[in-house]
C-alpha cells in the first residue's frame, strides 16, 4: 500500500483563525448538523411574535436578468426551483458516478439497494395511501418515498466504528435509487400540462450539451449556458424545473483528457524543470519565470487527468451542503403549531406521512432486501447483519429535504402543506432516533 504524504501549509494566522472551520467543513455530520439548525430556526420564527416576518420575507419579489430578459418572482420560488436545480444536477452529478464507477456500475453489487430502495419507495407509498384514500390529501402519496441522504449519513457517522463500511455503502447507494425514484415521480405525476413546444427547444439544448461532451469541450461555462437555458425552458414546458438539473448533470464529461501514463511523464518531466530552474535562496517564485511556468504546466496536468464530472462535483458539493440546502430547509421548515396538536398529528395527511415514514420505510427496507438475499439475487454485504439493515431502514425513514419538496409539488393548500411539514419533522426525528439506537445496540453485540 503507498502511503500519500499531505503538504502541509505554512501557519499563517489567517489559517491558524480558519482550522476550526475547515475541520467542521470537513466532517461527514457537518451538514446535516447546519441542515437542522436551520429547520429548527424555521420551525422557531414560524412559531415566534415575528412569524410574519417569516412569511413576508418568502413572499418578497425579485426580479432577475439582464434587459428584456428578467424573471420576477418570489424569493421563496428562486430557492425552490432554482437553487434546488443546483442541488438535482448534483444528485445527478452523483447517480451518474454511482452508475458508471460505483456501487450501481456492477449487478451483483447494486442489487441490494436497488430492491431495498424499492421496497422502500413501493410500502410508504400504498401506507400513505390506506390512511388518505381518495380523500383530499390523496396527492401526497410521494412524500413519504425519499431519503436525507445527509441526516441519514450524517447520524451514522456520529455512531462511529460501531457501523461497517458495507452498512455505510448500502445506504448511499440506497439513498441515490432513491433520487432517481423521485425524479421518475416527479416527471410523470407530478407534471399536469406540457408546452411542446419548450419542451423541444430544451431538447435542443440536451441535444447541444451532448455534442459538446462528444467535441471534447471541458470547460463548465458552455454547460452552465446550456444548462440555463434548459432550465428556462422546463419551467416553461410545466414540467418542474428543478429536472433540468439532473438531465444537464447526464451530459458533463466523464473522460480525461490525458492517460495516467502521459500525467505521470509529463508530471515527472515539468518537476524535474522546476527543480533544475530552483537555484535561488530564499525561495521566491514570483521572480522566477521558470519556475512559473512548471506550475502553471503542471496545474494544466492535473485538471486535465481529472474528469469534468469530478470536478464540477466538488466544486459545487460545498455550495450545496453548506447554502442550498440550509436556505431551502429555513424556507420550508418553518411550520405553524396553532391549535390543538394532537388533533393535528391525528389528520389523514400527517398521519399518513409518519406512517409511511416511520413503519413503511424500515419495513419496505428490510422485507425488500430479505427477499433479494433469500432468492440469490443479491447477498449480504461483508461484516453486516440484518439488525444493521433494519437500522439502516428506519434511517432511510430521515425524509426530510426531498419530503419538503414533494410537499411543495403535492399540495397547493397552506393547511395541507403545514399537516405534511408537521408529519416530515416528526417522523425524520423519530425515525432518525430510532435507527440510531438500533444500530448502536446491533454495533454492541
Same mark, same amino acid.
Given at each position: 500500500?503507498?502511503?500519500?504524504?499531505?503538504?502541509?501549509?505554512? %501557519?499563517?494566522?489567517?489559517?491558524?483563525?480558519? %482550522?476550526?472551520?475547515?475541520?467542521?467543513?470537513?466532517? $461527514?455530520?457537518?451538514?446535516?448538523?447546519?441542515?437542522?439548525?436551520?429547520?429548527?430556526?424555521?420551525?422557531?420564527?414560524?412559531?415566534?411574535?415575528?412569524?410574519?416576518?417569516?412569511?413576508?420575507?418568502?413572499?418578497?419579489?425579485?426580479?432577475?436578468?439582464?434587459?428584456?430578459?428578467?424573471?420576477?418572482?418570489?424569493?421563496?420560488?428562486?430557492?425552490?426551483?432554482?437553487?434546488?436545480?443546483?442541488?438535482?444536477?448534483?444528485?445527478?452529478? $452523483?447517480?451518474?458516478?454511482?452508475?458508471?464507477?460505483?456501487?450501481?456500475?456492477?449487478?451483483?453489487?447494486?442489487?441490494?439497494?436497488?430492491?431495498?430502495?424499492?421496497?422502500?419507495?413501493? *410500502?410508504?407509498?400504498?401506507?400513505?395511501?390506506?390512511?388518505?384514500?381518495? =380523500?383530499?390529501?390523496?396527492?401526497?402519496?410521494?412524500?413519504?418515498?425519499?431519503?436525507?441522504?445527509?441526516?441519514?449519513?450524517?447520524?451514522?457517522?456520529?455512531?462511529?466504528?460501531? #457501523?461497517?463500511?458495507? +452498512?455505510?455503502?448500502?445506504?448511499?447507494?440506497?439513498?441515490?435509487?432513491?433520487?432517481?425514484?423521485?425524479?421518475?415521480?416527479?416527471?410523470?405525476?407530478?407534471?399536469?400540462?406540457?408546452?411542446?413546444?419548450?419542451?423541444?427547444?430544451?431538447?435542443?439544448?440536451? /441535444?447541444?450539451?451532448?455534442?459538446?461532451?462528444?467535441?471534447?469541450?471541458?470547460?463548465?461555462?458552455?454547460?452552465?449556458?446550456?444548462?440555463?437555458?434548459?432550465?428556462?425552458?422546463?419551467?416553461? !414546458?410545466?414540467?418542474?424545473?428543478?429536472?433540468?438539473?439532473?438531465?444537464?448533470?447526464?451530459?458533463?464529461?466523464?473522460?480525461?483528457?490525458?492517460?495516467?501514463?502521459?500525467?505521470?511523464?509529463?508530471?515527472?518531466?515539468?518537476?524535474?524543470?522546476? $527543480?533544475?530552474?530552483?537555484?535561488?535562496?530564499?525561495?521566491?517564485?514570483?521572480?522566477?519565470?521558470?519556475?512559473?511556468?512548471?506550475?502553471?504546466?503542471?496545474?494544466?496536468?492535473?485538471?486535465? *487527468?481529472?474528469?469534468? +464530472?469530478?470536478?464540477?462535483?466538488?466544486?459545487?458539493?460545498?455550495?450545496?451542503?453548506?447554502?442550498?440546502?440550509?436556505?431551502?430547509?429555513?424556507?420550508?421548515?418553518? /411550520?405553524?403549531?396553532?391549535?390543538?396538536?394532537?388533533?393535528?398529528?391525528?389528520?389523514?395527511?400527517?398521519? =399518513?406521512? #409518519?406512517?409511511?415514514?416511520?413503519?413503511?420505510?424500515?419495513?419496505?427496507?428490510?422485507?425488500?432486501?430479505?427477499?433479494?438475499?433469500?432468492?440469490?439475487?443479491?447477498?449480504?454485504? $461483508?461484516?453486516?447483519?440484518?439488525?444493521?439493515?433494519?437500522?439502516?431502514?428506519?434511517?432511510?425513514?430521515?425524509?426530510?429535504?426531498? !419530503?419538503?419538496?414533494?410537499?411543495?409539488?403535492?399540495?397547493?393548500?397552506?393547511?395541507?402543506?403545514?399537516?405534511?411539514?408537521?408529519?416530515?419533522?416528526?417522523?425524520?426525528?423519530?425515525?432518525?432516533?430510532?435507527?440510531?439506537?438500533?444500530?448502536?445496540?446491533?454495533?454492541?453485540?
Amino acid at each position: 500500500m503507498h502511503n500519500t504524504h499531505r503538504i502541509a501549509p505554512e %501557519r499563517t494566522p489567517i489559517l491558524k483563525l480558519a %482550522r476550526p472551520f475547515q475541520e467542521f467543513a470537513a466532517q $461527514e455530520t457537518s451538514g446535516g448538523v447546519l441542515l437542522l439548525l436551520c429547520s429548527i430556526a424555521a420551525v422557531v420564527w414560524a412559531n415566534s411574535p415575528w412569524a410574519h416576518m417569516y412569511t413576508a420575507l418568502w413572499h418578497t419579489p425579485v426580479t432577475i436578468g439582464v434587459g428584456s430578459l428578467t424573471l420576477a418572482r418570489e424569493l421563496h420560488f428562486w430557492v425552490n426551483d432554482a437553487l434546488m436545480a443546483v442541488f438535482f444536477f448534483v444528485v445527478g452529478l $452523483e447517480i451518474k458516478r454511482e452508475m458508471l464507477a460505483g456501487e450501481l456500475a456492477s449487478p451483483r453489487q447494486a442489487a441490494l439497494p436497488i430492491v431495498a430502495a424499492l421496497g422502500g419507495v413501493a *410500502v410508504p407509498a400504498m401506507l400513505y395511501s390506506m390512511v388518505n384514500g381518495n =380523500g383530499a390529501g390523496a396527492a401526497g402519496w410521494g412524500i413519504p418515498m425519499a431519503t436525507d441522504i445527509a441526516f441519514a449519513i450524517g447520524v451514522m457517522a456520529l455512531l462511529g466504528d460501531r #457501523i461497517p463500511l458495507g +452498512l455505510k455503502v448500502f445506504l448511499t447507494a440506497l439513498a441515490i435509487v432513491d433520487d432517481i425514484a423521485a425524479v421518475v415521480v416527479i416527471a410523470v405525476f407530478y407534471t399536469t400540462t406540457l408546452a411542446w413546444g419548450a419542451l423541444g427547444v430544451g431538447g435542443l439544448c440536451l /441535444v447541444a450539451a451532448f455534442a459538446a461532451n462528444r467535441l471534447g469541450v471541458r470547460h463548465p461555462m458552455p454547460y452552465a449556458l446550456l444548462g440555463a437555458a434548459l432550465w428556462g425552458m422546463v419551467l416553461v !414546458s410545466g414540467i418542474h424545473a428543478t429536472l433540468a438539473g439532473v438531465l444537464l448533470a447526464f451530459m458533463i464529461p466523464v473522460r480525461t483528457a490525458i492517460n495516467q501514463q502521459r500525467f505521470l511523464q509529463h508530471g515527472r518531466a515539468v518537476l524535474d524543470h522546476f $527543480e533544475r530552474a530552483a537555484n535561488v535562496e530564499p525561495f521566491d517564485i514570483l521572480s522566477d519565470i521558470e519556475q512559473q511556468a512548471a506550475v502553471e504546466a503542471l496545474e494544466d496536468a492535473c485538471e486535465k *487527468v481529472q474528469p469534468p +464530472l469530478h470536478r464540477i462535483e466538488e466544486a459545487l458539493h460545498p455550495w450545496v451542503t453548506f447554502f442550498i440546502m440550509p436556505l431551502f430547509a429555513l424556507a420550508n421548515a418553518g /411550520v405553524a403549531l396553532s391549535g390543538n396538536l394532537g388533533e393535528a398529528l391525528a389528520g389523514p395527511v400527517t398521519l =399518513g406521512v #409518519i406512517v409511511g415514514l416511520m413503519l413503511g420505510k424500515p419495513i419496505g427496507v428490510t422485507l425488500a432486501a430479505w427477499l433479494a438475499v433469500r432468492s440469490g439475487l443479491a447477498t449480504l454485504p $461483508e461484516s453486516v447483519s440484518w439488525r444493521q439493515i433494519h437500522g439502516a431502514g428506519w434511517l432511510a425513514g430521515i425524509g426530510f429535504t426531498m !419530503s419538503l419538496f414533494m410537499t411543495g409539488l403535492a399540495f397547493t393548500d397552506e393547511a395541507q402543506m403545514n399537516a405534511a411539514k408537521l408529519g416530515i419533522l416528526v417522523a425524520s426525528v423519530g425515525a432518525g432516533a430510532m435507527g440510531s439506537l438500533l444500530l448502536r445496540r446491533a454495533g454492541q453485540r
